[in-house]
């Protein structure tokens, strides 16, 4: 009956519900059954005791308090009334009715609190009263209270007893709030304190107290610690000053090669252009934006604008990458050994003896033409490199090149003619170029021979020999025999052992040029000495002016290699042009690199030579006129290698008088060809072959114009008949005359014979006692005569042009296809041309 009652009354209940408070039961009803139904759920049953309260699956309800929802609602309430509140209240200012500021801010304070503030800052106060008045109990003698107060301390109602009701915070001076409890001594504090003005800062003053504390810190004694803290300073703030005024210094000076162009002479002093030209203009050279300056304008203009001129050397200024090496990277070498000494004193007799072979008979006149380099092995295995050196004076430069490369020198003298010029010019270079000497006493088998006297002429000079006390090794040896050649050879080795000499193979070879040539069938041929790391077929190689990429490499033997180490000489094929001798030689990375270092020496070399070169002037001319007959000589000279063409002009120059002028206007390395004649054509000049011949087109044209060649094998004949045309001896003289010349078309090898050479007669006509000489590439290869001449099967006294014979040339049998043999006669002519 009950449960009926209740229904009806929810259905009552329900009817005066409105729509809205329907649909908040429906809601609440599905959170109540969905409540149920995730408790019904059994997710897991463990085994201690249910917690109590209401629960919800991932998620605990703690109980809420009901004071702090209570407190929020009064909060916010509070906050309401509080922004309604707090506002500043205007008093009304009566003359009658004084107004207590203190006891307003007061009021002011209680009617801002709430009542549960108050009662907390009430019971806070009273707390803290009861907290000072037993201190003051327990110190009853220590403090003393004074009965007599000041006006405003009697204003100033300070809470005494927690009877008195709590006071809120009071602003004394500037708003600053404190609380009552403290107001009794910060009463105190503020009337016992004066105000004062502030000073003013008097800057005499404050220099004044500097100064005293300066003088205070000075005054003192030093310790060792100070002392040696500033002397360190002082040295560091030297040593500073140095080294600015030094970057100052280096900048004021210019590093310059010789010859740089008026655009890099502004460019580095960072002048304008035009204040260059115009300091030119003072001295008098009208110069344009491109155009080189001498050392000497350079350093006058550099003066004007403050400046130094250092002129460095191309290869200085290029900066090759030549880096020290690594101690762990070095291994021994061989030393280069260079032979020098007097005509004729038998230098390349002993390297003859040295090498095992046959070099004298190849060498025209008993002198050697130019540097040769031989690598030697001896008997222990140790090998070393040999540097063979002319001894005829117009060699000078050459002598000089080779001590400067060698590592030790053996000076060869004849034990039967002694000390001579060429000896003392030697012994000079080796001083010059500080390598160790060791002295080779030759030819002691001749009857005449006296080694004492040698040693005795050798003391003179400041050469002490060891056998007379000195520190130079000497060795008295034979040649031609071989006699105390090993005891020698010991000596030198000796030496080089002293200088412990080390090379790295890892590295990039660098060396010297020793000769160039040009071969008409290989082009320019050059041989090089390492000094030091490895060249290989491929490499890019600059030497002096001209560059290019190895392609063929040749030892001493003429045998092919592939690589070329330390102190080892070779012959090498790719140069576009002849290097002198002397030169060095670098293998570069980068083939653009060494194209644009080639370039700049060739422009700088040109140039050299332009202003180096000396021409005659109108008025020496003149002069010379007045004086008598003035001739000028001409000359051309061309030669098989660079070394002894540089050697033929120097000697050709040097027999210059006052009479006659000698000039050499062209020379070059190679075969005289037609345009060597063209040019003496031009210049009425004397074309001079030294080693080489003159190319058959060449030939007809100097016949044609009338130009004169001479051909010389020996630099003595060369330098002789020179002297004999300027002082008019030259009257009667032996000539070659060419009478035909052949081309070698087959070769064929007969047993007791020897080889055959089918030839055809291109020019002239061939006899049976006519010489020869065998000609390939341009360069005379021998020398002789005629061992027969044949056509076909029968032997004939001379061959026309335009048929075929066959020859064989006596004691010569190295023919190749292609060579020229031409066939001459000598004859007796009158000399008309000088």
């Known amino acids: 009956m009950i449960k009926i009652l209740d229904d009806k009354n929810t259905l009552k209940k329900e009817e005066n519900i409105s729509s809205e408070e329907k649909k908040e039961l429906i809601v609440k009803d599905e959170r109540t059954l969905s409540q149920k139904q995730l408790d019904n759920l059994k997710i897991f049953k463990p085994n201690v005791k249910k917690l109590v309260g209401t629960k919800v699956v991932g998620k605990i309800e703690l109980p809420i308090r009901i004071d702090r929802k209570k407190k929020s609602k009064t909060s916010d309430k509070n906050r309401k009334n509080n922004n309604s509140q707090r506002k500043r209240k205007r008093i009304v200012y009566n003359k009658n009715k004084p107004i207590n500021i203190n006891r307003e801010r007061k009021e002011a304070g209680k009617r801002d609190k709430t009542k549960d503030e108050q009662k907390k800052d009430n019971r806070r106060n009273f707390n803290k009263v009861k907290d000072t008045k037993t201190k003051d109990t327990k110190t009853k003698n220590t403090r003393v209270v004074n009965d007599t107060k000041t006006k405003d301390q009697k204003k100033t109602n300070l809470p005494q007893t927690h009877n008195k009701k709590p006071q809120s915070r009071i602003s004394l001076r500037g708003g600053s709030n404190i609380r009552p409890q403290n107001q009794r001594n910060v009463a105190k504090r503020w009337q016992n304190k004066k105000f004062l003005p502030k000073p003013e800062i008097v800057q005499e003053d404050v220099n004044k107290q500097i100064r005293e504390t300066l003088a205070k810190l000075t005054t003192g004694k030093k310790t060792k610690t100070s002392k040696y803290k500033t002397s360190k300073r002082e040295f560091a703030r030297k040593k500073r000053e140095k080294e600015i005024e030094k970057r100052e210094k280096e900048k004021r000076i210019l590093k310059v090669t010789e010859f740089i162009s008026v655009n890099e002479f502004a460019s580095m002093m960072s002048i304008g252009i035009d204040k260059i030209i115009a300091s030119c203009m003072n001295l008098g050279l009208f110069v344009s934006i491109n155009q080189r300056l001498d050392s000497d ?339 051309i000279v061309k030669g098989d290698v660079d070394g002894s063409i540089e050697a033929l002009a120097d000697s050709l120059i040097k027999k210059s008088t006052e009479k006659i002028q000698v000039n050499v206007i062209h020379k070059a390395v190679g075969q005289i060809s037609e345009s060597d004649v063209m040019l003496a054509t031009a210049s009425n000049a004397i074309i001079i072959g030294f080693q080489v011949r003159i190319s058959q087109g060449a030939r007809k044209i100097a016949e044609k114009e009338n130009i004169d060649y001479r051909l010389y094998s020996i630099i003595y004949d060369a330098v002789k008949d020179l002297e004999d045309a300027m002082l008019g001896m030259l009257k009667v003289e032996h000539k070659e005359v060419v009478i035909a010349t052949l081309e070698i078309r087959e070769t064929f090898k007969i047993s007791k014979v020897g080889t055959i050479a089918g030839c055809l007669v291109k020019d002239g006509k061939i006899a049976r006692n006519s010489e020869i000489r065998l000609i390939r590439d341009g360069i005379v290869v021998y020398t002789g005569s005629l061992g027969s001449l044949k056509r076909f099967k029968d032997d004939v006294k001379e061959v026309q042009k335009g048929y075929e014979c066959g020859l064989n040339i006596e004691n010569f049998n190295d023919v190749k296809n292609g060579d020229i043999v031409e066939a001459f006669e000598k004859v007796e002519i009158k000399n008309t041309s000088l």
């Open 297 to 635: 304008t350079l350093t006058l203009i550099a003066e004007e604008f403050g400046y130094k001129v250092e002129l460095v050397s191309l290869e200085l200024q290029e900066n090759l990458g030549l880096k020290k090496d690594k101690e762990e990277d070095l291994i021994a070498r061989a030393p280069i050994v260079t032979v020098m000494g007097h005509v004729d004193h038998g230098k390349t007799s002993l390297l003859d003896y040295v090498r095992n072979t046959n070099v004298i008979a190849g060498e025209a006149g008993g002198i050697t033409q130019h540097i040769g380099a031989y690598n030697v092995t001896m008997d222990d295995g140790r090998k070393i490199t040999f540097l063979d050196t002319p001894g005829h004076k117009a060699f000078t430069a050459m002598r000089a090149r080779g001590a400067k490369v060698t590592d030790v020198v053996i000076i060869v003298v004849s034990a039967d003619d002694g000390v001579m010029p060429r000896t003392v010019e030697a012994i000079n270079h080796a001083k010059a170029a500080g390598v160790p000497i060791v002295f080779a006493i030759n030819k002691i088998d001749k009857p005449g021979a006296n080694p004492e006297k040698i040693k005795e002429e050798l003391a003179k000079m400041d050469m002490l020999v060891e056998d007379w006390g000195g520190k130079y090794q000497s060795q008295e040896i034979s040649a031609k025999f071989g006699k105390n050649i090993d005891e020698l050879l010991e000596k030198v080795i000796f030496e080089a052992d002293l200088l412990n000499l080390k090379s790295n193979p890892k590295r990039l070879g660098y060396g010297s040029v020793l000769e160039s040539s040009l071969d008409k069938g290989r082009g320019y041929v050059t041989t090089l000495l390492v000094e030091n790391g490895n060249i290989n077929i491929g490499d890019v190689i600059l030497a002096g002016p001209y560059t290019g990429r190895i392609k063929a490499m040749y030892n001493e033997r003429n045998q092919k290699v592939k690589k070329a180490g330390p102190s080892t000489p070779v012959l090498v094929l790719g140069l576009n042009g002849a290097p002198s001798a002397g030169d060095n030689f670098n293998i570069m990375k980068v083939e653009r690199e060494a194209k644009e270092i080639a370039n700049k020496r060739e422009q700088l070399q040109r140039e050299q030579n332009r202003r180096t070169q000396k021409h005659i002037t109108l008025d020496e001319i003149g002069r010379r006129i007045a004086i008598g007959d003035f001739k000028e000589l001409n000359l």
